[in-house]
């Protein structure tokens, strides 16, 4: 194995996380938080000069340089973060919100953090063809054409609010929508619905649930429910970090807009996003 992916890291469990460092001669292994114990990972593979594919959202900082951030650590600031040169942000155009993949190094010498050695992709494409993209602000706003199919053609499922929403409100790509309604009448329920219907009739849309202000529980009950990409600033969060993590989404969204993406953003809940604000 000379290669591994950063990603498949961060997808294996705990316990699995903890038996691959002891496997690859990671001291204390048991006693590390995760992020603490991916760090320590990838150093020891780096020792053993196996190349690291690492993958996160550009975070540039007003200082000139950046960090990957990873979506599994909800954009937070960590250790196992990968370091972004003012060069590479230059060369690439890059700003917050680009998705990248490519190698990583370990770091040198009083250096803390891994570095950014190589871009493989950017946004999912060539890094070549980002350079013929237009910036989201000259976009030209226009009205919805393209509709969403919300029913499911599945025999096996009884719910019906997706086929009542195709009839009652259809919504089309580039709409904004707005579930109102008191508490517990089932909007996350419906917001699962509406998150399946999108994955199973348009592939082609990138699907992100942004979870602000909810409890921890549910937040893990629509990461095992729904295929997207789910972000989350859970109730014991500061305000600020609520804040932090919808801008790098809607950043993210904008990005990928540029590129030619269709991406859906499901928020819950708007409420508690604006309160954050205030």
Do not use: W
Not at 10 to 20: D, G, I, M, R, Y
Not at 93 to 101: K, M, Q, V
Not at 138 to 146: G, I, K, S, V
Not at 211 to 225: G, K, N
């Amino acid at each position: 194995m000379r290669e591994i992916k950063l990603q498949d890291l961060k997808s294996q469990t705990p316990a699995e996380l903890v038996a691959f460092a002891e496997e690859k001669g990671v001291e204390n292994a048991s006693t590390m938080r995760k992020q603490e114990l991916m760090f320590a990972i990838l150093k020891q593979l780096a020792i053993q000069e196996i190349d690291i594919i690492g993958e996160g959202v550009v975070e540039v900082l007003s200082d000139g340089f950046g960090f990957l951030r990873s979506p599994d650590a909800n954009y937070l600031p960590g250790p196992d973060d990968i370091y972004v040169s003012p060069s590479q942000i230059r060369r690439f155009g890059l700003r917050t919100g680009d998705t990248i993949e490519g190698h990583i190094r370990s770091p040198k010498e009083g250096e803390r953090y891994f570095a950014l050695l190589k871009v493989n992709t950017l946004n999912f494409e060539d890094p070549e063809k980002s350079k013929h993209k237009v910036n989201f602000d000259n976009l030209t706003p226009l009205f919805p054409d393209q509709r969403f199919r919300l029913e499911l053609e599945d025999p096996t499922r009884k719910d019906l609010s997706a086929r009542v929403i195709d009839i009652v409100a259809p919504i089309g790509k580039g709409q904004r929508a707005l579930i109102v309604a008191p508490p517990r009448t089932g909007k996350t329920v419906l917001m699962q619905n509406i998150a399946h219907s999108i994955t199973a009739n348009h592939p082609e849309c990138y699907l992100i649930v942004l979870l602000i202000d909810e409890r921890p529980e549910e937040v893990t009950d629509m990461q095992r429910s729904v295929k997207g990409e789910v972000v989350s600033s859970t109730f014991d969060e500061p305000a600020v970090r609520h804040v932090q993590v919808a801008e790098m989404v809607i950043e993210k969204a904008k990005r990928l807009v540029e590129h030619g993406r269709d991406v859906v953003i499901l928020l819950d809940s708007i409420t508690r996003l604006g309160r954050a604000y205030n």
